[in-house]
């Protein structure tokens, strides 16, 4: 059974560059079925998808953040990772990473989630 | 990008109700509208995928319907931990995009 966990900071300064790390357990990151993603929620409103890899590389991202965004992947460490540059405090929020599944037809979801990490931009 | 919009955003309900939640998209979307329960604090959990295909694990008192631009979740009889938030959610396209949430309280 999949389980997914983010670590990271929980306060980073504006300007500066968010990095978080999603350790996946219950299976690997380089199995064919699954796809990786990052989601977010700031406190009180809804949920924002950031972007989604494969193990290859391979990377979707909203294009609302492509402009700030890198995901990447280590594949020996099981691992996957989101870099949000030049924050503000608009990207304070929750970020969650998830498996993105892919179904025979092009239906895809997000399942499961890890539990969330509060980021927040403060000086 | 595709607009997600449910409603109501809110809901009153009592255990035993059916209840229904609204899903509309800004343009067709096929099947490819997903469900998720999200309680306080905690990651949100799939629910339906497909529109209609239930999630293992999850109880036969959700489910889904809909096509192209209209979608419903509908919970048969409520359960005490049925009370959460709702989010559907849209994989037709990039951006992927989710609704602004039903709130479903307890009457």
């Known amino acids: 059974q999949l389980q997914l966990q983010e670590s990271g900071p929980g306060l980073v300064k504006p300007s500066e560059t968010l990095s978080l790390t999603c350790s996946v357990s219950?299976?690997?990151?380089?199995?064919?079925?699954?796809?990786w993603g990052w989601i977010r929620q700031p406190p009180g409103k809804g949920l924002e998808w950031i972007g989604t890899i494969y193990y290859t590389g391979s990377t979707y991202y909203n294009p609302s953040l492509k402009s700030r965004v890198i995901i990447s992947v280590d594949t020996s460490k099981n691992q996957f990772s989101l870099n949000l540059s030049s924050v503000t405090a608009a990207d304070t929020a929750v970020y969650y990473c998830a498996s993105h599944s892919w179904g025979a037809t092009s239906n895809n979801w997000f399942d499961p989630w890890g539990q969330g990490t509060l980021v927040t931009v403060s000086s | 990008d595709i607009q997600m919009t449910q409603s109501p955003s809110s809901l009153s309900a009592s255990v035993g109700d059916r209840v229904t939640i609204t899903c509309r998209a800004s343009?067709?979307?096929?099947?490819?509208l997903n469900w998720y329960q999200q309680k306080p604090g905690k990651a949100p959990k799939l629910l339906i995928f497909a529109t209609s295909s239930l999630q293992s694990g999850v109880p036969s008192r959700f489910s889904g319907s809909g096509s192209g631009t209209d979608f419903t979740l509908t919970i048969s009889s409520l359960q005490p931990e049925d009370f959460a938030t709702y989010y559907c959610?849209?994989?037709?396209?990039?951006?992927?995009?989710f609704g602004q949430g039903t709130m479903l309280e307890i009457k």
């Open positions: 219950g299976g690997f990151i380089s199995s064919s079925s699954y796809y």
């Open positions: 343009q067709g979307i096929a099947n490819y």
């Open positions: 959610q849209q994989s037709y396209s990039i951006p992927y995009t």
